[in-house]
């Protein structure tokens, strides 16, 4: 029998590994509990091969959280484009972010972290977290309803309040799991359709 020979990966695949692997041991350990060593046994590497990918711990970080990021903003707008109502695009928009929560809760905690901004890594929190609000504002403009045009501080203000709602409550439901996520996204697709105002 033919020993399998073990693909080797290219290098954009090595470094989503090794994100993969940050978000998990980020997901565990927090921000100050994760080391380098630990994300580079996770992605079955060592130091030196995360070191060609990345230049510190702070770095693999910013990765991880704008993956998840960009993520959830490419499927959000996605989710919306496939639904002709408004309220169908709203639903969808919610569900989007419940199935991160859902289905990959350790992507969700990174996320949680980074809405916190620990000390070392405030500044990189803040720029991230602040490009999200400005992409959910965005979507929020290509759907609203309004007929007088809102100012981009209006819209970011509300983009604001929905995305750090979202987060509180995706916090509370992974310490709540018994709670039905339809339960939670009829609330919140309740509130937001009266307060934010999208068609």
Known sequence: ???????????????LRLIRAAIDVFSREGYEGATVEGIAGAASVTK??????????????????????????????????RESTPGKRLRAAISVFFDLVED??????????SSKAPPPIATICRRVQADATIGIAQIMRSHSSSNAPETDRQLFLKAEFTKKGMHGLAEWW?????????????????????????R
């Open 1 to 15: 029998m033919k020993a399998r020979i073990k693909k080797r990966l290219s290098g954009p695949e090595r470094r």
């Open 48 to 81: 030196p091969v995360l070191y060609d990918h990345f230049s510190s711990k702070e770095e693999v970080f910013a990765a991880a959280i704008e993956q998840i990021r960009d993520g959830l903003l490419q499927s959000g707008k996605a989710a919306m484009a």
């Open 104 to 113: 990959d809760p350790s992507a969700a905690r990174v996320l949680l972290i």
């Open 174 to 198: 992974l310490e709540n799991s018994s709670v039905p996520r339809s339960e939670i996204e009829q609330v919140l697709f309740r509130f937001l359709k009266r307060g934010v105002g999208l």
